[in-house]
């Protein structure tokens, strides 16, 4: 399938009118819901915080927010500074309480699947959480769909993201045939066949006012696919994914203009596109993994090596300043007079650290159209309430300085690729890559292995001896969670000078304030995949 389709419907997003007349009833989505492994705290009420104190490591209007600490966070007082304790019965609770444990069957009635389970878990530092997850089966195509969303500004946008994207790439890896079928239910009113079957947390929740608009600029999707001659069977995930990606930010934006049928679903609209998200999606088919990613979210895939030791590989790369290679595509796309202002304090504009993201209008819009819809809102509304602001980026010159396309690397399975792990940068600020995967490979394989004392240690001194002592206890310390995505959450909070659990550090780091948390840590979301190695064998007859 060739890019030209998703190109030339791209171009003709906008130019389409929107209607709000289909219907939507028959449109039932094929739905599980994990057991979680224990009781949910009561939720938070939503309260919005403004950008500064919301997610001060990824949107920064002052610069004062972050000072010089290491990702925008202080570092971890003593309980000098803070006495918060939890029992090991509540850090458990806190910790477990978005558990989600999926297992896969291995022949779905079309064939065989790559993943046996996924396990996955989110920690919430902000209030409401700006994190989202969302893990799928594609119905009407093959393999399966991953995501995690990492929001700022708010959690509409990665809301709106995690509810929708997953819709896009399945709906353009379908067939010709398959897309007659859908467009015939909808058209006569009756069930269309399912194109995803969800498995969603107990918590987690959708837009449901805003579900009638999701359908129809679906529908407009699929119906354009339809139009052109070269869809036939269907993108294929490459292709796919960076349609969708591309697609549904184009939605997003254009939500946020077009006249809607009610203010609810009006300032939704435009409170989706004023905030950000970015976005981490595997596509895991049969035989190899294709992952798109938008902003600072990673995937990293876990290999077992010959010697029982693990690997990782990494699947994606981060867009922010890190990536040198990034920040000079971004400078290329504006004047040179604008060179030392387009990325200044490791961040774009000198506000926003991804530097690929979906919604963000702000830094991709016109001045002009930034006012306009903002002053198209009811004048009875509250902007803050809506973490909207009447803000301009400085030195904004040449907008669009920010996009959505994704970067997209593809990676055949081997027998030795045993698991795949999808993060936000909530949980990669704590954990490095090879950390990441021997925590997972170990809990996974109940084997800790340890390197032979070398020449050099063997020369160390007694109190030298004793600290690498502690840290080979530590990793053979035994689980405590049968959930990985856990497990990596509590080690990615929890681990102390020596690479052990530190129960104290765990209890402080849990206990904090909600207007303290945020600035020790990020939002973390996990999900660990884990594949059919038996796929990838060679066959013998």
Request: charged share 20%.
């Amino acid at each position: 399938m060739s890019g030209r389709v998703c190109t030339s419907i791209l171009q003709r997003a906008s130019s389409y009118t929107l209607t709000l007349s289909s219907p939507t009833a028959p449109f039932q989505y094929t739905h599980s819901v994990a057991s979680p492994c224990s009781q949910p705290r009561p939720a938070h009420q939503c309260n919005y915080s403004s950008w500064g104190s919301c997610r001060s490591d990824r949107l920064c209007l002052t610069g004062e927010e972050t000072g010089n600490w290491p990702h925008g966070r202080r570092p971890l007082s003593t309980r000098q500074d803070l006495d918060f304790q939890l029992s090991r019965v509540q850090i458990n609770s806190i910790l477990r309480s978005n558990e989600q444990i999926v297992s896969v069957p291995e022949f779905d009635g079309r064939g065989l699947s790559a993943v046996r389970k996924f396990e996955s878990n989110q920690l919430a530092a902000n209030t409401p959480n700006e994190d989202r997850r969302s893990a799928a089966t594609c119905l009407q195509s093959k393999g399966m769909l991953f995501g995690v969303f990492d929001g700022h500004g708010g959690w509409a946008c990665a809301q709106a993201v995690s509810e929708r994207l997953l819709y896009y790439a399945a709906v353009a890896m379908m067939s010709k045939q398959s897309l007659e079928e859908l467009e015939n239910g909808m058209e006569h009113g009756r069930a269309v066949p399912p194109i995803l079957q969800w498995y969603k947390h107990h918590a987690d929740f959708n837009y449901r006012e805003s579900a009638s608009l999701y359908i129809d600029h679906l529908r407009v999707f699929w119906q354009e696919l339809l139009d052109s001659e070269e869809h036939g069977e269907g993108m294929s995930p490459l292709d796919a994914l960076e349609c969708s990606f591309k697609r549904l930010d184009a939605d997003i934006s254009l939500e946020a203009q077009v006249p809607l049928c009610n203010d609810l679903m009006k300032s939704t609209a435009i409170q989706v596109a004023f905030a950000g998200s970015t976005a981490c999606v595997a596509h895991v088919g049969t035989d190899r993994i294709h992952v798109a990613n938008a902003g600072d979210c990673r995937a990293v895939l876990g290999v077992l090596e010959e010697d029982g030791s693990w690997s990782a590989l990494p699947l994606s790369q981060d867009h922010n300043t890190q990536n040198q290679a990034e920040v000079e595509q971004i400078k290329s796309k504006h004047p040179p007079s604008e060179r030392d202002t387009v990325v200044t304090d490791d961040r774009l504009l000198g506000i926003l650290m991804p530097l690929r993201a979906f919604g963000d209008v702000r830094f991709k819009w016109s001045l002009e159209l930034q006012q306009s819809i903002l002053a198209s809102l009811e004048s009875g509304v509250d902007l803050d309430s809506l973490n909207l602001y009447q803000y301009t980026p400085p030195n904004y010159l040449t907008p669009p300085y920010l996009d959505v396309a994704p970067e997209i690397t593809h990676h055949k399975l081997r027998p030795q690729d045993r698991f795949l792990i999808l993060g936000t940068d909530g949980l990669w600020d704590e954990l490095g890559n090879e950390e990441a995967v021997r925590l997972v490979g170990e809990h996974l394989s109940g084997i800790h292995l340890q390197a032979p004392v070398s020449p050099s240690e063997r020369q160390m001194k007694l109190g030298q001896m004793h600290e690498l002592l502690l840290k080979r206890q530590a990793r053979a310390s035994p689980a405590l969670d049968t959930n990985a995505a856990t497990h990596l959450i509590r080690h990615a909070l929890g681990t102390g000078e020596y690479g052990e659990l530190s129960q104290e550090r765990l209890a402080t780091m849990l206990a904090l304030p909600e207007d303290l948390a945020r600035m020790y840590r990020d939002d973390i979301t996990a999900t660990v995949v884990y594949l059919n190695s038996d796929l990838a064998r060679p066959q013998h007859s």
